[in-house]
């Protein structure tokens, strides 16, 4: 019965130094992964986040930010125009199919809860027909501008530009400065005129 009584002590005594062991290993891994999330955290330059998208974020947003970046934008866009014989332009807000052709009927739209949300976007398209120069060449070209709206952050990318991947990209807490303003406006007319209409002239001129 002794016997009995020793080795299931024995047994015990083993256990409890097996899950001792296995309690320091993990500690030790886990200060080790530790220090190793903290330098590569400390590598990161990207400002931290503070809040998330919301219903009252995303239209402020429109009605102090971006209504603006659309009013400049189309009065650099309209120095283009004399180039072509007519132009278009319009909007489309998250999975609506309705085209917008004013600002006042998309200030209607985005007032909308339904239509401006998070994981949503707002998709601006200027359209130029007819290129005077090119003569019996003539040709169309057109810009998508396209601002998404996602839970964390917002974004701005072109199509037909860098797989799509957004050029600039902002946190809802951060300021949209001048300098983003410009540079949203700087690389929309960059595109359209390298990538658009000179790329055409190119090939014409080959």
């Not at 891994?29 to 503070?50: D, P, T, V, W, Y």
Request: contains cysteine; hydrophobic residues 40%.
């Amino acid at each position: 019965m002794a016997g009995i009584m020793h080795r299931r002590q024995y047994l015990h005594g083993s256990v409890r130094v097996q899950k001792n062991r296995l309690h320091e290993f993990l500690l030790s891994h886990i200060a080790f992964f530790n220090s190793l999330l903290k330098e590569k955290l400390a590598g990161l330059q990207q400002e931290e986040l503070q809040t998330p998208a919301s219903q009252e974020i995303l239209i402020a947003l429109y009605k102090n930010e971006l209504r603006t970046l659309f009013l400049d934008l189309i009065k650099e866009l309209k120095r283009i125009e004399p180039l072509f014989l007519s132009s278009t332009m319009h909007w489309r807000v998250g999975a609506s199919n309705e085209l917008l052709r004013t600002l006042d009927a998309l200030d209607q739209m985005c007032k909308d809860e339904k239509l401006l949300k998070i994981n949503s976007n707002i998709g601006f398209s200027y359209s130029f027909f007819g290129f005077k120069k090119a003569g019996t060449e003539a040709f169309n070209v057109s810009l998508n501008l396209n601002i998404q709206m996602n839970t964390f952050w917002y974004g701005f990318d072109l199509v037909n530009s860098n797989d799509r991947k957004p050029f600039l990209k902002k946190l809802y807490h951060q300021p949209f400065t001048e300098q983003d303003k410009e540079t949203v406006i700087n690389r929309v007319i960059d595109h359209l005129i390298k990538e658009e209409i000179e790329s055409r002239v190119d090939r014409i001129n080959l």
